[in-house]
Structures are given as C-alpha cells and as structure tokens.
C-alpha cells in the first residue's frame, strides 16, 4: 500500500471509529446470525477455537476477536487505525474478556514466521492495493498445520457496484472489490482451500433498504444494518438464501454474488 492511500485509510477508519455505537454491537450476531453466512461458512471449518493463538487482521471494531476470545481463544487485533484499536479495548472491556491490540499494516506484519494458529480477516483484501502481498503475510505468520481464514467483497455484481457508486461515503476512496481470480492464487499457495460465495438473491434485500425502506446508504451501512437487524429480516432472508444455493449451481452466477469467503490450511 502506498503512503498516500495508507494514510488515507487511517484517516477514513479513525473517523469512522468515533463515529460508532460501541453499545450497539451484539458480537454473537456477527457470526451465528442468519444474515451473517460468511463467517457461519468460516465458523463450520475452524472447528474449536479454544486455546487457539488468533490474529484477527484488519480487526476493525474488534467484533471478530472478541466473539473469538469468548470461545476460548488468545487473540491479536491488528488495525492501522488507532482510534479503532481504542474501540477494541471498549469493547473487549463490555464483554469482559482480553484482548491484545497492535497498531500495524496488513502487508508488513510486526509478527515472526508461524506465530499463530489462525489468522482472520474481514472486509480487508479488498483495502489493499496488493491482495497477494497480504495474503503471502497471513502465510508467513500462520503456524503449519494452521488455518487463514477471510471474507471480502467481489467486484463482479453490477447491482452491487451501483450501490458502491452511490455510498461514496462510507467506503474509503482507495478499495476495490476483488475478482473470482484471486482464489487461483490462493490454490497455488495453500495446502487446500475451501471457498464458497453468498448474496445474490440475497441481495434483495440492499434493494429492499433503497427502494421501499428509503435507507440513505450514506448515512446507514447496509451490510451493518443487515446484521444488527437480522430478527427482522430472518423471515425473507431464510426464503432467498435457499434459492442462493440452487443458483450458486450454475458457476456464471456463482461468480455473480456479492462476496466470496474462503478457508485456507497451511500445509503440515
């Protein structure tokens, strides 16, 4: 990543920090609720998490590594934004359980070689100017035998990229959804990868945000709202993710949905 966008990344996600409802966020919902099926995917292939030793890379808020360190886990949150870090500890003080912050950038990792047991991130690669770099790191500092764990946006979806084109505001000027491509790269490194994709019937429901509930999309994160939401939405959610799994058959339209998810293992 460039100074410039680097820069520019610390200034959007510090003032998208102190703009947050700490007291709003229900961590549990992130990963177990209907409406989250990136990380229930990611969820069925780590298994256990207690004793692991977690990187949660990008951390955010620090939703991921305190749903993590509620499991049983030691985790790391990693984040260039501190006024983000400082968010973690809020958090991490509310539910009650420890967490480590480090200030630092996702493609030069302050860690050494096969450190942690898992390494996860969320809505990262595509923040980066080199996905590849970043993930060549979460490889060096994942122990053998370990997992790295990911989710982020794809750039396929015309519906979805008008969206973007329209909530100029609550996306940093600098990301750029990935393509389908980028799990070719994850083949030729990783022991074995298992990936899947999700929203596009789905996706009904961004459209049900805009057209009928009039929810300004640069006031209101959608994929925020869809979580925080999810009891509401359960009901046609529930409908459309089954007709997902019957058009995720026809590889066209595989490619067509919103994000892309993967589990990758280090080899032995």
């Given at each position: 990543?460039?100074?410039?966008?680097?820069?520019?990344?610390?200034?959007?996600?510090?003032?998208?920090?102190?703009?947050?409802?700490?007291?709003?966020?229900?961590?549990?919902?992130?990963?177990?609720?209907?409406?989250?099926?990136?990380?229930?995917?990611?969820?069925?292939?780590?298994?256990?998490?207690?004793?692991?030793?977690?990187?949660?890379?990008?951390?955010?808020?620090?939703?991921?590594?305190?749903?993590?360190?509620?499991?049983?886990?030691?985790?790391?949150?990693?984040?260039?934004?501190?006024?983000?870090?400082?968010?973690?500890?809020?958090?991490?003080?509310?539910?009650?359980?420890?967490?480590?912050?480090?200030?630092?950038?996702?493609?030069?990792?302050?860690?050494?070689?096969?450190?942690?047991?898992?390494?996860?991130?969320?809505?990262?690669?595509?923040?980066?100017?080199?996905?590849?770099?970043?993930?060549?790191?979460?490889?060096?500092?994942?122990?053998?035998?370990?997992?790295?764990?990911?989710?982020?946006?794809?750039?396929?979806?015309?519906?979805?990229?008008?969206?973007?084109?329209?909530?100029?505001?609550?996306?940093?000027?600098?990301?750029?959804?990935?393509?389908?491509?980028?799990?070719?790269?994850?083949?030729?490194?990783?022991?074995?990868?298992?990936?899947?994709?999700?929203?596009?019937?789905?996706?009904?429901?961004?459209?049900?945000?805009?057209?009928?509930?009039?929810?300004?999309?640069?006031?209101?994160?959608?994929?925020?709202?869809?979580?925080?939401?999810?009891?509401?939405?359960?009901?046609?959610?529930?409908?459309?993710?089954?007709?997902?799994?019957?058009?995720k058959r026809f590889p066209f339209l595989k490619t067509l949905c919103l994000e892309y998810c993967c589990g990758c293992h280090q080899v032995d």
């Open positions: 990543m460039t100074s410039n966008s680097f820069d520019r990344e610390v200034q959007f996600h510090n003032k998208w920090a102190r703009q947050m409802d700490l007291g709003s966020i229900e961590v549990d919902s992130y990963f177990e609720s209907c409406t989250a099926p990136e990380n229930r995917f990611i969820l069925d292939r780590l298994g256990s998490v207690k004793d692991k030793y977690i990187l949660d890379l990008g951390c955010g808020a620090g939703e991921n590594s305190i749903y993590f360190a509620k499991q049983g886990a030691s985790c790391v949150a990693l984040d260039c934004s501190p006024a983000m870090l400082d968010n973690v500890l809020q958090l991490a003080d509310r539910y009650n359980v420890q967490v480590e912050t480090v200030i630092g950038e996702a493609s030069n990792l302050p860690f050494s070689n096969e450190l942690f047991d898992i390494v996860y991130a969320s809505n990262l690669l595509h923040h980066m100017n080199s996905p590849e770099e970043c993930i060549l790191e979460m490889y060096r500092v994942v122990k053998r035998g370990g997992k790295v764990c990911f989710w982020d946006p794809l750039k396929h979806n015309p519906v979805i990229n008008i969206y973007r084109n329209i909530a100029t505001k609550v996306r940093s000027v600098d990301e750029v959804p990935l393509s389908i491509d980028i799990i070719k790269f994850l083949e030729d490194n990783f022991v074995l990868v298992e990936w899947d994709t999700f929203w596009i019937a789905t996706l009904w429901i961004f459209l049900q945000f805009y057209f009928i509930e009039r929810v300004n999309p640069n006031e209101e994160r959608y994929w925020k709202k869809i979580i925080v939401e999810h009891d509401r939405l359960e009901g046609i959610y529930s409908k459309l993710e089954r007709i997902d799994k019957i058009l």
